[in-house]
């Protein structure tokens, strides 16, 4: 198996992404190789400073253009084509990678990969999927901002991805699918939800626990949050602030009381570099997308989930699940 | 003034009412009167427990029925004409009162509201408001959960509902208007969302602050936070639970290493009690709705809220804005 890194996505690029390919390389297993993609002497000087690099299971791949924040997603694979991004992601349409992973800009990550990899059948809008924490296992989100004004067959399309991206790559069977909403009944919410809510009741190929309200979120009650993407970018957002602010008023009070308090398990909690970047889901491969500000830690963790996700054959899993569940009724 | 409080409401009702219609009485001035509503034998009960009632402050309305959690709210008024909160909203629109407090069912005291006090002219939908804490002062956030599948124009009501209520209730001259979104930029965001921005921007009558983004409202980035319901109902009920559930952690985790911590002054910020209830902007009149389950101080600041909205002639000044800004570009 061969995982195509960009090299160049992180704020520290290359030395964060050598150095979380490496981790990976010496932590993961002997069962894959990784391919740098980027300014080759640039990682070739990275390369260099670490004495535990396994060079036989580390390839370079020429890419002489960098993607950065202001260019249009949209054009990024036509005005940059030999881009990290465009030339990691050409590596994975023709085979020569079975994943691929980037810290780059996440519009055009995702615009290049629908251009390049192109959509599943059955899927009309892919989506990036990020994991909140709760009290039990954290929930895939999905839509997490990728895709606003979703109708309620898009949010079915995003059950059965998050379906089959939890069962094959956190290995939970029979994942159970919540719908956001903002009460528990069945005829709750805005027209959108009451539709979904019907649709995904429905669908046999799922394991639908009904409505999710807010408050029921970080009690783990499901393992996949449908949302459309502007309320899931709210929610999303919102978490992070609030368990900032959270823990800096706690901060400020004990130390007014002269404690200092340390919050090591929670911030281990709210880490999103534990998770492994956020998959985008629906097209024809594997790309998991993480942050710009990624430590090496992050990059490591995003390579265990790109190998989970080739070892588990998800993309042809979705594509067997949509094409049973999703496509006779478009048909 | 006379304020009229639903004595049947809470969960502890008639108790909590008696005890916090006391309270507001010695600690709030002299410059008003409370007519309790409600079954008079158990109202004079708990008044006899209080030997600091000033009992010539204190009225009686006989009210022989109660609304109950199941009672339909659409039909409350017709079916239970009798309850408590019909009786008290009918002596507001007759005059005899200048404010109504519930901490009856949310959806019934809303629907009797709406068909006893009336709708103002050019709001279309009555919205409750609710605080979120926030590091500064509270947002009043609108909607928070009535009113789903608004319009972009319903959004611009509320925001003026809502400029009203902070200048008059909360004394902020200027409050600042911010509009939930899932970017800065003006184009960020679903329609809905696009189409109300474009619409509050023009609206000179509005210190509009533009887009906040989930991560931007707990800072307190503005003083209104305009949004449709749905998404408004979502982040309020995941404040209350992420807020819980960080300190949950926090707590568990201070534990294990044998310190006690206590978190008194995050409580307090976050101790809705502290609030004094919803208001329900947009009807011809001052209706404040509390939680079931408050508390004899939640009811006594919930009389402060109600008498400072008289005071400073709040319902007088939502018609007279309305009529400036709403009802031209409707007629």
Do not use: W
Not at 196 to 223: S, W
């Amino acid at each position: 198996m061969r995982i195509a890194l960009d090299a160049m996505g992180t704020d520290a690029a290359p030395t964060t992404e050598v150095e979380g390919a490496i981790r990976a390389l010496n932590e993961l297993g002997e069962d894959f190789e990784i391919v740098l993609v980027g300014d080759p002497d640039l990682i070739g000087a990275e390369l260099a400073r670490h004495d535990d690099a396994p060079l036989g299971r580390i390839h370079v791949e020429a890419a002489r253009e960098r993607v950065l924040h202001d260019d249009a997603p949209a054009t990024v694979v036509r005005r940059k084509p030999d881009s990290s991004i465009a030339v990691g992601l050409r590596l994975h349409r023709e085979g020569a990678v079975d994943a691929f992973i980037s810290a780059g800009p996440t519009g055009a990550v995702m615009a290049a990969s629908l251009f390049i990899l192109r959509r599943l059948p059955g899927v009309e809008r892919p989506s990036v999927g990020t994991f909140l924490p709760t009290a039990s296992t954290p929930s895939l989100l999905l839509d997490a901002g990728t895709n606003v004004d979703c109708k309620p067959r898009h949010l079915r399309q995003f059950a059965h991805l998050g379906r089959v991206y939890m069962a094959d790559v956190l290995g939970i069977d029979e994942p159970r699918i919540g719908l956001l909403n903002i009460g528990e009944e069945p005829g709750k919410g805005e027209e959108r939800a009451q539709e979904a809510y019907r649709m995904l009741a429905a669908d046999e190929g799922l394991n639908f626990v009904g409505n999710i309200e807010g408050r029921q979120v970080v009690a783990g009650a499901c393992d996949v949050l449908v949302a459309d993407g502007f309320v899931g970018n709210v929610l999303l957002k919102f978490y992070e602030s609030v368990a900032q602010f959270i823990l800096g008023l706690v901060q400020r009070e004990q130390r007014e009381r002269g404690l200092d308090v340390a919050f090591d398990s929670v911030l281990r909690l709210l880490d999103y570099s534990e998770y492994g970047g956020a998959p985008l889901l629906g097209v024809n491969g594997v790309t998991i997308i993480c942050h710009g500000g990624s430590p090496p830690k992050a990059i490591r963790n995003a390579v265990r989930v790109a190998r989970q996700a080739v070892l588990s054959g998800m993309v042809a899993d979705m594509a067997s699940e949509l094409h049973d569940s999703i496509l006779p009724e478009t048909a």
